[in-house]
Antibody, heavy 115, light 109 residues
């Protein structure tokens, strides 16, 4: 059973860049789409974007200007960078296997944007 | 793009059936058979319950079923159990991305 684990700073200052990594274990990162999804405290889910193992990406139009995703097949990891963050970007960030269908999810990591 | 529209809450007694609706538009639910449903218990990550409108992943109870009519998708939970109390989110592929619904809180009375 594939497992995913998010890692990265839990606190980011306004205007800075949020950086998270998702490590995949129990399976290869190859031949799949991988997604990032976030959930502000007490609110619903928001799709951030997806990346294919080859590096092809598709981002949420509302976040596209600030989002960059990348994949490192040698480390079985994929990453998210979100620039120019504000308090509105405070959320639990999940990584997941799948693009349109998020089949397996990480446990999520809370990222707070505050000075 | 606006989120898909779900009722804020649905409730039912143990053993009953309930249905959660997910209203979209011609650019998402109506145009693609890529509707998924996720269950989320408090403090936990979402879990895939239904994909491609009506398919259940291995291990998901057959009490959960999905359907679609036009631009509205539905999730039905039959034989409601206490463990089904959770938030449920629909999602759909769109022409440019993936959309989620606002979520529905299911309460077992």
């Amino acid at each position: 059973q594939v497992q995913l684990q998010e890692s990265g700073p839990g606190l980011v200052k306004p205007s800075e860049t949020l950086s998270l990594t998702c490590t995949v274990s129990g399976g290869s990162i190859s031949s799949y789409y991988w997604s990032w999804i976030r959930q502000p405290p007490g609110k619903g889910l928001e799709w951030i974007g997806q990346i294919y193992y080859s590096g092809r990406t598709n981002y949420n139009p509302s976040l596209k200007r600030r989002v960059t995703m990348s994949v490192d097949t040698s480390k079985n990891q994929f990453s998210l960078k979100l620039s120019s963050v504000t308090a509105a970007d405070t959320a639990v960030y999940y990584c997941a296997r799948g693009g349109v269908v998020a089949e397996n999810w990480g446990q999520g990591t809370l990222v707070t944007v505050s000075s | 793009q606006s989120a898909l529209t779900q009722p804020a809450s649905v409730s039912g007694s143990p053993g009953q059936s309930i249905t959660i609706s997910c209203a979209g538009t011609s650019t998402d639910v109506d145009n693609y058979n890529y509707v998924s449903w996720y269950q989320q218990h408090p403090g936990k990550a979402p879990k895939l319950m239904i994909y491609d409108v009506s398919n259940r992943p291995s291990g998901v109870s057959n009490r959960f079923s999905g359907s679609k009519s036009g631009s509205t998708a539905s999730l039905t939970i039959s034989g409601l159990q206490a463990e089904d109390e959770a938030h449920y989110y629909c999602s759909s592929y769109t022409t440019t991305s993936t959309l989620f619904g606002g979520g529905t809180k299911v309460t077992v009375l």
